[in-house]
């Protein structure tokens, strides 16, 4: 009813060339083109289909068509969108069932469908899905990829618990998956934490790291427990993301330090002796 009310407005406009009735056809033109939108975004083609058919009776053959293409990408992104919604809902109940590896696996297919939102017009960061009170949050970063999943805000930061999946591309065989589950506050996440690290992927090769201990502010504070794929287990005490090696040993291939406290850590030799460590976060100001 608002469109059929705007239109019927638009027709009294005053004219500025009487040829060719510009001001009238301008204002129509827009009308036509937001209520397409209208329609797309209630998925009525048929809607759309007629109103299309009717249109002669206000514009030209070229403005018809201008608001058919305007149709269409409307269509094309209301159809994407319902896609992503679909998809996160399912990523959603299989973080929910504890599936991590299937996670990581449906997140590809999502980022292809968000850059596809994002180039007719959508934002980023978004909100996708939502089931059971959970929602799934969409960040990127040049060919990074960061998902949470929880109760989002607005703009998609979490604020209480959250997992957050994490791929970061390096190339075909230099992908590493994070996941963590944890506490968030203004974006960062914070108190006990189970974090996990994976190189190579998905593949057979893949090594990683799996860390449990307490953040502050996203940076691990206190006494963490880190077990690698090897079967090795470590104690070491972090102060706010810092740790320092006291002896080193086979530098050429890798850093042995430890804690004050004497307990054991493996550095490998692109790291530095006093290395900040933390885990991947989201903030906006």
């Known amino acids: 009813g608002s469109f059929n009310d705007a239109l019927l407005q638009a027709r009294k406009l005053p004219q500025i060339d009487p040829e060719r009735s510009v001001m009238n056809r301008s204002a129509i033109a827009v009308i036509y083109k937001q209520w397409v939108c209208a329609m797309a975004e209630s998925n009525d083609a048929e809607g759309i289909r007629k109103l299309l058919s009717d249109a002669?009776?206000?514009?030209?053959?070229?403005?018809?068509?201008?608001?058919?293409?305007?149709?269409?990408?409307?269509?094309?992104y209301y159809?994407?969108?319902?896609?992503?919604?679909?998809?996160?809902?399912?990523?959603?109940?299989?973080?929910?069932?504890?599936?991590?590896s299937e996670v990581f696996a449906e997140i590809p297919a999502l980022a292809e469908m968000a850059d596809r939102y994002i180039d007719l017009g959508g934002n980023a960061p978004f909100i996708?899905?939502?089931?059971?009170?959970?929602?799934?949050?969409y960040f990127f970063s040049g060919l990074d990829v960061f998902v949470v999943i929880?109760?989002?805000?607005?703009?998609?930061?979490?604020?209480?618990?959250?997992?957050?999946?994490?791929?970061?591309?390096?190339?075909t065989e230099d992908e590493y998956l994070y996941r963590y589950t944890s506490d968030w506050r203004d974006g960062r996440p914070n108190g006990y934490c189970e974090y996990s690290e994976m190189s190579g992927g998905m593949t057979e090769n893949r090594a990683g790291i799996t860390m449990k201990g307490v953040l502050s502010g996203g940076d691990?504070?206190?006494e963490v427990e880190?077990?690698?794929t090897d079967g090795e287990t470590y104690t070491i005490t972090f102060v706010k993301g810092y740790v320092e090696i006291i002896e080193k040993e086979d530098a050429d291939l890798n850093l042995v330090g430890?804690?004050?406290?004497?307990?054991?850590k493996r550095y490998y030799s692109d790291q530095e002796a006093s290395h900040e460590y933390g885990v991947p976060y989201m903030y906006y100001n």
């Open 79 to 100: 159809r994407i969108l319902r896609m992503l919604n679909e998809k996160a809902e399912e990523i959603i109940l299989l973080d929910r069932e504890g599936n991590i």
């Open 150 to 171: 929880g109760k989002l805000e607005r703009t998609g930061i979490a604020e209480g618990e959250a997992t957050a999946y994490y791929v970061e591309c390096l190339g």
């Open 56 to 76: 002669s009776e206000d514009l030209s053959g070229e403005e018809i068509e201008q608001v058919r293409q305007e149709a269409s990408r409307a269509e094309e």
């Open 220 to 222: 691990w504070d206190g």
């Open 226 to 228: 880190e077990t690698y």
């Open 258 to 264: 430890y804690n004050k406290g004497g307990n054991k």
């Open 128 to 137: 996708f899905g939502q089931k059971e009170g959970e929602q799934l949050g």
